[in-house]
């Protein structure tokens, strides 16, 4: 910069072959008095450098320009110091005049000195040499070092918490994985996972998305074993009270004859559907992934009626429940598998019974395209916040009924069923006097 600077003052860097001795010159030197400390021109004595060409210098440098003979042209010092390294002939300027760079440590009575030669330029042409001093302080080698040390230290802190906090976001989410594992293996098959979204390992993630996929998978299979369990026990309860209450009867003499030979008959029956029943319940996950085996055949949906109600007033419980059907024509047929049906229409009674019904009605109608058969009932109806969870397995709503309506697996059942011979229930509409089911087959 000091070279560039001086160059591009062309009236103070005037080449000569001899120095002038005019004494108003700034940059006169005489041969015969030696510069010193005390007659060295500073900066503001040379007042005819403009200042914004000049760079400024720091604290402890000094400037010495030579011509290309070896004169001292210039000198400027801002080195607060005693004594400095001042040169009267420039070392090895041969070597700088070359276009070289010379870097060389002097030794002083003041101290070390650290110099540096470079070659300045005019006209593209080397016009002469210039050389910087700075001196060595070596005092403050120990508070560089000590800097030194003070920084690698605080780069290691830095770097060590990095690490950390890298890290645990890494064995974070393992930990909990771990913990999830031996939940699963305790029989906990919905362990706390955390969420994989805000997960940034993708890996990681994705081992988070598996893992909850195996443990849904599980759970579902523990749900689909004890429903199977329960589901036996809730849908055979019912073909087993008709069939005692029937065979009572007859061993009591209570029916006699032909209507002896009639609930004989309607035990057979029952006997027989029961044993259909375990086979579809042995066979629940298929149920629920619609799969049921049916045997669909035309079923006359007026005689079916008459010996559902019949069978359900055999249950003592059920004897005081008015039942009445209303079929659009005799001849009504509906396509479908008989013992579903029956199953049904049977838990669809039971269930208005349990809720108090003293009436229910079946309302059976078809269109060119549907068969429609809705169940209304007088009793006490459903909570509105309950009537969305009614076809959900276990769902028996109110704690105080859970013991008059069973596991809660009647409707979930009759969905199924219903699903698997092509048609649909649902819960048509409910009040504190009543509810309607209706349920609709496609019309074949």
């Known amino acids: 910069m000091m070279s560039d600077s001086f ?7 005037q080449i000569k072959s001899t120095i002038s001795t005019s004494p108003s010159n700034p940059l006169e030197k005489t041969p015969t008095a030696p510069e010193t400390p005390e007659n060295i021109p500073l900066q503001e004595s040379v007042p005819s450098i403009p200042s914004e060409l000049v760079p400024s210098i ?29 040169i009267e002939s420039p070392p090895r300027q041969n070597e700088v005049l070359s276009g070289k760079k010379i870097r060389e440590q002097v030794e002083t009575q003041s101290g070390k000195w650290l110099r540096v030669g470079v070659p300045f330029y005019k006209n593209n042409l080397i016009s002469g040499t210039l050389y910087m001093t700075a001196q060595l302080n070596e005092g403050r080698l120990p508070q560089i070092y000590g800097l030194i040390v003070l920084a690698f230290g605080l780069i290691s802190l830095c770097g060590w918490a990095v690490v950390f906090v890298l890290s645990r976001s890494l064995t974070r989410p393992l930990i909990q994985l771990a913990s999830a ?32 996929e195996m443990t849904e998978r599980l759970n579902q ?61 042995l066979n629940f996950s298929s149920m629920e992934s619609g799969e049921t085996h049916t045997e669909k055949s035309q079923v006359l949906l007026g005689p079916l009626l008459e010996e ?18 209303d079929v659009q024509h005799s001849d009504l047929v509906c396509m479908c598998d008989r013992s579903h049906l029956k199953q ?37 109806g459903i909570a509105s916040a309950e009537a969305p969870f009614i076809f959900e397995r276990y769902y028996r709503g109110n704690s105080r009924r859970k013991k008059k309506q069973g596991l809660g697996l009647g409707l979930p059942i009759c969905r199924l069923l219903t699903q698997a011979n092509g048609g649909t229930i649902e819960l048509q509409q409910t009040a504190s006097t009543g509810t309607v089911f209706r349920i609709t087959f496609p019309n074949k």
């Open 7 to 13: 160059s591009k003052i062309d009236e103070l860097l």
């Open 58 to 86: 720091p604290d402890g440098y000094q400037f010495q320009i030579f011509n290309i003979s070896g004169e001292k042209i210039y000198f400027f010092s801002n080195a607060h110091v005693d004594t400095g390294t001042y």
């Open 181 to 212: 594992a031996k939940q699963v293996f305790s029989g906990n098959y919905q362990p706390y996972l955390p969420d994989p979204g805000l997960v940034k390992e993708a890996e990681i993630s994705g081992l988070i998305q598996s893992f909850h």
């Open 221 to 281: 299979l523990e749900r689909m074993r004890t429903d199977l369990l329960a589901g036996v026990s809730h849908e055979l309860r019912t073909p087993v009270t008709s069939i005692r209450g029937m065979l009572q009867a007859i061993q009591e003499g209570v029916v006699t004859g032909n209507k002896a030979n009639e609930f004989m008959n309607i035990g057979l029956n029952e006997a027989k559907r029961m044993q259909e029943m375990v086979n579809d319940l």
């Open 308 to 325: 559902i109600i019949q069978q359900f007033h055999t249950i003592p419980e059920y004897k005081s429940v008015q039942v009445e059907f």
């Open 344 to 380: 049904i229409f049977l838990n669809l009674l039971s269930n208005s019974a349990v809720a108090a019904a003293t009436h229910i009605k079946i309302n059976a109608r078809t269109n060119q395209s549907l068969i429609t058969i809705d169940f209304s009932d007088n009793g006490n």
